[in-house]
């Protein structure tokens, strides 16, 4: 049950002292400014990301990737990694496996390494 006594000290709540007033209307300006202040930060935010995504730019750099790599004849390409910027190719010549190490911007061959079984 509800206390009778409580119910009525709440409707009877004493009007606010004049400094008191103040100090709330502060408080109200003082919300109101931080709030507007991270509303315009979200909004940068927000601005940004669309900019980003509707510029169409990218940085993959592909346009400086070589348009042909020569292999040697019958070498068949197993798999390709990219480590360093430069690619790592497996290929596979007449059942001999080994590592073509290639610049892909110029497509030249910077080394070959050859497993040789033992």
């Not at 930060?41 to 592909?62: C, E, M, P, T, W």
């Not at 190719?89 to 079984?117: E, H, R, W």
């Amino acid at each position: 049950m509800r206390d009778p006594v409580a119910d009525d000290q709440r409707d009877e709540e004493k009007p606010l002292d004049p400094a008191s007033l103040e100090i709330q209307q502060k408080l109200r300006r003082l919300l109101l400014r931080s709030s507007l202040v991270m509303g315009v930060g979200f909004l940068a935010v927000i601005a940004v990301i669309v900019y980003k995504v509707a510029s169409g730019k990218s940085n993959d750099g592909f346009e400086h990737i070589a348009a042909t790599v020569a292999l040697e004849k019958n070498e068949k390409i197993l798999d390709i990694e990219v480590m360093n910027g430069k690619l790592a190719v497996l290929v596979d010549q007449n059942g001999a496996q080994s590592l073509v190490y290639i610049d892909p911007v110029t497509g030249k061959k910077l080394g070959k390494t050859v497993f040789l079984a033992r």
